[in-house]
């Protein structure tokens, strides 16, 4: 009798095991993704990984910062290709070159601002060229932020994340690897400046 007690309960001696390993992991995975969520800094610099998935992030570099519970952001390596720039509205081309994700494409621009060397000075707007009405509305817009002493950088589109997404693609499928903003090198103007922006140079400095 004994016999066939053990081998009735054993299994489900393993199957509690098992559970419970398991929810240990997974306490473990939300702890470490709420710890990131929380210690977000005012802004990211993402690398994308080599081994990339999404083929509109490949060899992409990220601005990333939060919005809210979300996470919004431009790529600031990918200029636009000339079938890119044909598809933008007639008010957008020849006043933005620079590719910045895949939300809001083409109609939409974002304008980063930032003051030189202050890597928490800045602000990310998004714009709808639908609601602006023509060219020379971003270009007031532009003024009166470099009025202010802010560099500006104008992008087609923009990155965006739900709320604990971009720590899932970090931390749990490695899609990214991250730099913080601290990092002299890493400081806005020095990324738009030169091959600050080279994917392959911020990777071997990581």
């Known amino acids: 009798m004994w016999f066939f007690k053990d081998q ?28 990131t969520f929380l210690n977000f800094p005012p802004y990211r ?13 490949a060899q992409s570099i990220v601005l990333a910062m939060p919005r809210g519970l979300a996470r919004q952001g431009v790529i600031i390596n990918h200029p636009l290709t000339p079938e890119q720039t044909a598809q933008l509205p007639p008010m957008l081309q020849g006043l933005v070159s620079a590719y910045g994700g895949p939300v809001n494409f083409p109609n939409g621009v974002a304008m980063l601002a930032w003051k030189a060397s202050q890597p928490t000075d800045y602000t990310l707007t998004l714009l709808d060229s639908g609601a602006l009405g023509d060219g020379a509305a971003i270009q007031a817009k532009i003024a009166q932020q470099q009025a202010q002493g802010y560099r500006v950088r104008l992008f087609a589109g923009y990155a965006g994340w739900s709320p604990l997404q971009l720590e899932m693609e970090m931390w749990v499928v490695n899609m990214w690897q ?21 994917w392959m140079t911020l990777r071997q400095q990581r």
Not at 12 to 34: E, F, K
Not at 45 to 57: E, H, N, V
Not at 181 to 196: C, E, I, N, V, W
């Open 8 to 35: 009735k309960t054993a299994p489900n001696d393993a199957l509690r095991q098992n559970r419970r390993a398991a929810l240990l992991i997974g306490i473990g995975v939300i702890i470490i993704v709420c710890t």
């Open 45 to 57: 610099i993402l690398i994308a990984a080599p081994a990339m998935p999404d083929k509109i992030f």
């Open 178 to 198: 991250s730099h913080q903003p601290a990092q002299a090198t890493l400081r806005l103007d020095s990324l738009f400046d030169g091959s600050g922006a080279d």
